[in-house]
């Protein structure tokens, strides 16, 4: 059964870090195309970055240039998200997700997370407040 399980969620001051994970079970993510996507109250979702799993480009959404760092690590089956410098906009539900279809842009995936990826976690809630 394909699952994907995110942690590392909580409650942070501004400028802080959060380093989130997402396990995934069930299948192997060597070859899979990764991303993480955010929803905050009232808005859409978005994709924050995403990678393929090939090319090396990670593709990071302007607003979080600079400060988020998205990495896998294919022996332990899991997927990160560093987050630094946190600000009270990046307060949302985090959710990660992977695509069967691997060789596809990291600008693709976050571009396009409701049709370009297969399996979703059920999200974990960051909140950056004082």
């Known amino acids: 059964q394909v699952q994907l399980v995110e942690s590392g969620g909580g409650l942070v001051q501004p400028g802080g870090s959060l380093r989130l994970s997402c396990a995934a079970s069930g299948f192997t993510l060597d070859y899979y195309g990764i991303g993480w996507f955010r929803q905050a109250p009232g808005k859409e979702r978005e994709g924050v970055s995403c990678?393929?799993?090939?090319?090396?480009?990670?593709y990071y959404a302007d607003s979080v240039k600079g400060r988020f760092t998205i990495s896998r690590d294919n022996h332990k089956n899991a997927m990160y998200l560093q987050m630094n410098s946190l600000k009270p906009e990046d307060t949302a539900v985090y959710y990660c997700?992977?695509?069967?279809?691997?060789?596809?842009?990291?600008?693709?995936?976050?571009?396009?997370?409701?049709?370009?990826?297969?399996?979703w976690g059920k999200g974990t809630l960051v909140t950056v407040s004082s």
């Open positions: 997700a992977t695509a069967e279809r691997g060789y596809y842009s990291g600008g693709y995936y976050c571009q396009n997370g409701d049709f370009g990826m297969d399996y």
């Open positions: 990678d393929s799993s090939s090319d090396g480009k990670p």
